[in-house]
């Protein structure tokens, strides 16, 4: 009887793993991208995890995988951060909460996922094509900040905005890691809290990251290997080539579905 009652379990603990592991590798490869270039968790990992889980539940899990993400690079990168800009975005993403909970909540499963595709298309035209220079001053920031707060809390996808604004300024590669790293540390402890406190449970994207956490940290250790020895160039290619097959994907789910 034990006996049996053990491969019961052992079937079932193994049927649990196998149904994780596509998603668990769809965050390996987002988090192997990230180690490489120092952006793409989110906005790789986001859509993907839409193939397997409810819209609304991938966004929320990718607040605690993001989180978890952040812990394990501030350590390395707190140095090159710019602690008065990350206040300044802040108060932006801080103005953004309300609306963006209210986008979150008052949309469908479907309606998310075409505003997930949409930003993820228009960021991706806007990051290959676009060539404009930003001042780093008070109102841009808030203006990023705000649209990252916006996007972050509908989507899932804090990143775009806070990028793009961040990587056409005169920051340094290392500053723009550090800041970005930094700020969506405290941001996503902030957004994680909003969702709580407005009665939105964390509890299953808390169970369900549980599966993602070893994925997640040897795919960065990976991606931070390799970095020194692939072209960072050939890498970007795969990131843009991948995000566009997966925003195609998308669009042709939402019209056939």
């Given at each position: 009887?034990?006996?049996?009652?053990?491969?019961?379990m052992i079937k079932m603990a193994l049927s649990l793993l196998s149904a994780h592991i596509l998603p668990a590798l769809a965050i390996f490869v987002a988090a192997f991208m990230q180690g490489i270039t120092g952006f793409g968790l989110v906005i790789i990992?986001?859509?993907?995890?839409?193939?397997?889980?409810?819209?609304k539940q991938?966004?929320?899990?990718?607040?605690?995988?993001?989180?978890?993400?952040?812990i394990m690079q501030a350590f390395l990168v707190r140095r090159d951060a710019q602690y008065k800009l990350i206040g300044v975005l802040f108060v932006g993403f801080l103005l953004a909460q309300p609306v963006g909970l209210w986008i979150f909540t008052?949309?469908?499963?479907?309606?998310?996922?075409?505003?997930?595709?949409?930003?993820?298309?228009?960021?991706?035209?806007?990051?290959?094509?676009?060539?404009h220079r930003f001042s780093l001053c008070h109102r841009h920031s808030l203006i990023a900040g705000f649209l990252?707060?916006?996007?972050?809390?509908?989507?899932?996808m804090g990143g775009p905005p806070l990028?793009?604004?961040?990587?056409?300024?005169?920051?340094?590669?290392?500053?723009?890691?550090g800041t970005s790293v930094i700020f969506f540390l405290f941001s996503g402890m902030l957004s994680i809290a909003y969702f709580m406190?407005?009665?939105?449970?964390?509890?299953?994207?808390?169970?369900?990251?549980?599966?993602?956490?070893?994925?997640?940290?040897?795919?960065?250790?990976?991606?931070?290997?390799?970095?020194?020895?692939?072209?960072?160039?050939?890498?970007?290619?795969?990131?843009?080539?991948?995000?566009?097959?997966?925003?195609?994907?998308?669009?042709?789910s939402l019209l056939v579905g």
């Amino acid at each position: 009887m034990n006996l049996r009652k053990g491969k019961v379990m052992i079937k079932m603990a193994l049927s649990l793993l196998s149904a994780h592991i596509l998603p668990a590798l769809a965050i390996f490869v987002a988090a192997f991208m990230q180690g490489i270039t120092g952006f793409g968790l989110v906005i790789i990992a986001a859509p993907l995890l839409m193939l397997f889980y409810d819209p609304k539940q991938a966004i929320l899990l990718m607040f605690v995988v993001g989180l978890f993400m952040s812990i394990m690079q501030a350590f390395l990168v707190r140095r090159d951060a710019q602690y008065k800009l990350i206040g300044v975005l802040f108060v932006g993403f801080l103005l953004a909460q309300p609306v963006g909970l209210w986008i979150f909540t008052h949309f469908s499963a479907d309606q998310l996922k075409l505003l997930v595709s949409t930003v993820l298309l228009i960021s991706l035209l806007l990051m290959q094509f676009t060539h404009h220079r930003f001042s780093l001053c008070h109102r841009h920031s808030l203006i990023a900040g705000f649209l990252s707060g916006i996007c972050g809390l509908t989507t899932g996808m804090g990143g775009p905005p806070l990028i793009l604004y961040l990587a056409y300024t005169k920051m340094t590669p290392a500053q723009l890691r550090g800041t970005s790293v930094i700020f969506f540390l405290f941001s996503g402890m902030l957004s994680i809290a909003y969702f709580m406190a407005n009665g939105v449970s964390m509890t299953q994207a808390a169970s369900e990251s549980i599966y993602m956490l070893p994925a997640l940290a040897v795919g960065l250790l990976l991606g931070n290997a390799a970095a020194h020895h692939v072209s960072v160039k050939l890498f970007r290619f795969m990131i843009f080539f991948m995000l566009y097959f997966i925003c195609a994907y998308m669009f042709y789910s939402l019209l056939v579905g």
